[in-house]
């Protein structure tokens, strides 16, 4: 990848200068050319070798913190290939068999072979591309990963490796349309690009894929591609066209006479029409606090609202350690989350206006730097989506506030920069697409320390400064939609909004009622 690196983490890279060699070569003792013992290092994950077999190592972890192809010159000229595929991993993670030998490093960022970090390290006889080290991660080559060969493996690998998006997208050799992000440049710094290729370049483009997978177009000449797999040239330009609008995504509407309806019949249905798919992540190998149940409730029982049920507030722990004694997620990385509630409100602001607030409730937040807690307890975030009716008296989401440190992120819907449809929502486990626009169902990222809510993920940042600004630390390790069974009204008309009001939360003071009070004036 470019001498930029990766964006994780940010806080403690430099770009400007290198690490100088090390006269008593401490790096060979540290990971991962530290050699370990197993019981030392743990389960092995994955075994890699170069392609001679002389360099060989471990992994620990499943699955990478990230994955990511890079189109860059500099990538594009070290593989020889149109881009470089990578997954980023904590030097812990890995360790190398026989330690630092057979191993050549080559640091771009002062032109030597002396090691000092940014480095690549490929196998000195072969010359494998074994990885890029940073000075706090590794990005690693999936190729070189032994998958095995059966069809299981296969599956097993290509899921836990792949790729969350596209950096430097506008060097790209190929055109890639599989609805994965793609970033001009490094990955939440530049601007997204969309996921077609023009009209025009028609002529440049060779092989079209048009299968259930992925939709890739290799330079050549159409044509003849065309003439030989004898389908007209006309046929193949209305199906170009279906595809590429195909791509274009526009929200839902509903007539006038349906939102009056949704909203007599109590509300679940109109906020679970445009409700957010939530995704949180967990930085440094410390889980997040997980939402949960204000009054002791569980998946399977519900909320008691009397004191002698109201959950009690979790203690803030030593940084990084933000989710201890509360709520986790409680399952593997990569997967689906448990359920959760969501404490909902709604109200007709106008005759064109209609707002729905979704509340999350956190046992706290933050954590203790250095003696000073940075969070308090409890936590209430919302995201309040706001309807709006057209000329044609037609409804659709117009707006998004994402709660976010005492205020609100204000988001027209069509530049929430990823979205769903109700379908992909239906089908279950919709984690992708990435960076389709203006669909029915917002990607909402919740901070990993302080759960503020973002439209997009950021793994950039774990320093303890960042968790209380925009650069907080967010990503997609957990995700979850929630059912419609765990939505509960909490307006001041109710049980659960009356006992949600009169309850102490501490600094927490956002409760469901209360922000239903002033939604219509929010932000």
């Known amino acids: 990848m470019p001498a930029k690196g990766s964006s994780i983490p940010k806080p403690n890279v430099s770009n400007a200068s290198s690490e100088r060699p090390m006269e008593n070569e401490e790096w060979k003792q540290r990971p991962p050319y530290l050699i370990q013992p197993p019981e030392e290092f743990g389960p092995v994950k994955w075994r890699a070798k170069c392609q001679c077999g002389q360099v060989t190592y471990k992994i620990s972890r499943e699955k990478p913190l990230k994955a990511k192809y890079c189109h860059c010159r500099g990538c594009q000229v070290m593989h020889g290939a149109p881009f470089q595929w990578a997954a980023i991993f904590h030097k812990s993670d890995l360790t190398f068999d026989k330690g630092a030998h057979g191993l050549s490093f080559y640091s771009s960022a002062h032109s030597t072979r002396e090691y000092e970090v940014p480095t690549k390290v490929s196998c000195s006889f072969c010359r494998t591309p074994i990885m890029d080290e940073g000075r706090n991660v590794c990005l690693i080559f999936p190729e070189a990963i032994v998958a095995g060969d059966s069809d299981e493996e296969r599956q097993k690998w290509r899921e836990a490796f792949a790729p969350d998006c596209h950096i430097f997208y506008d060097k790209r050799c190929i055109e890639i349309l599989d609805g994965k992000t793609k970033w001009s440049g490094m990955d939440e710094e530049s601007d997204l690009v969309d996921d077609y290729v023009s009209l025009g370049a028609l002529d440049r483009i060779g092989k079209l894929v048009l299968e259930n997978g992925p939709k890739t177009f290799i330079c050549g000449d159409l044509r003849d591609e065309i003439s030989s797999a004898q389908i007209g040239f006309d046929v193949y330009s209305s199906s170009w066209a279906a595809t590429v609008n195909g791509l274009a995504a526009a929200v839902t509407q509903i007539t006038d006479n349906e939102m009056s309806n949704l909203l007599s019949q109590g509300g679940v249905e109109l906020a679970d029409r445009y409700a957010p798919l939530w995704f949180f ?3 440094q190998n410390q889980p997040p606090c997980y939402p949960t149940w204000a009054f002791g409730g569980s998946p399977t029982s519900p909320d008691t609202y009397d004191d002698a049920h109201k959950t009690p507030a979790a203690p803030q722990c030593d940084y990084p350690n933000v989710g201890c004694k509360c709520r986790n997620p409680g399952v593997g990385i990569g997967n689906r989350g448990p ?7 709604y109200k007709r602001c106008s005759d064109t206006e209609v707002r729905v607030v979704y509340n999350l409730f956190y046992e706290k937040d933050g ?3 250095v003696g000073i807690e940075t969070g ?8 309040i989506i706001i309807h709006s009716r057209d000329a044609n008296n037609m ?3 117009s707006r998004a506030l994402l709660s976010a440190h005492s205020g609100y992120h204000d988001l027209a819907w069509g530049d929430i920069q990823n979205t769903l449809t109700t379908d992909e929502i239906n089908a279950g486990d919709a984690k992708n697409p990435n960076g389709v626009q203006n669909n029915d169902h917002p990607k909402v990222y919740v901070a990993w320390s302080k759960h503020a809510h973002f439209d997009d993920r950021n793994t950039g940042w774990n320093d303890p400064i960042s968790q209380s600004t925009d650069n907080a630390f967010r990503s997609d390790d ?9 939505y509960i009204l909490s307006d001041d008309t109710t049980a659960a909004g009356k006992a949600l009001g009169s309850a102490n939360w501490g600094d927490a003071t956002s409760n469901p009622p209360s922000v239903h009070a002033s939604v219509c004036s929010a932000p």
Do not use: C, L, M, N
């Open 281 to 283: 992540g967990q930085a």
């Open 367 to 369: 954590a203790e730097v």
């Open 478 to 486: 957990w995700w979850y939609y929630v059912d419609k069974s765990y």
């Open 339 to 345: 359920a959760f509630p969501i404490y909902f409100t």
């Open 395 to 397: 409804w659709a989401p």
């Open 376 to 383: 308090h307890d409890y936590d209430w975030e919302r995201v």
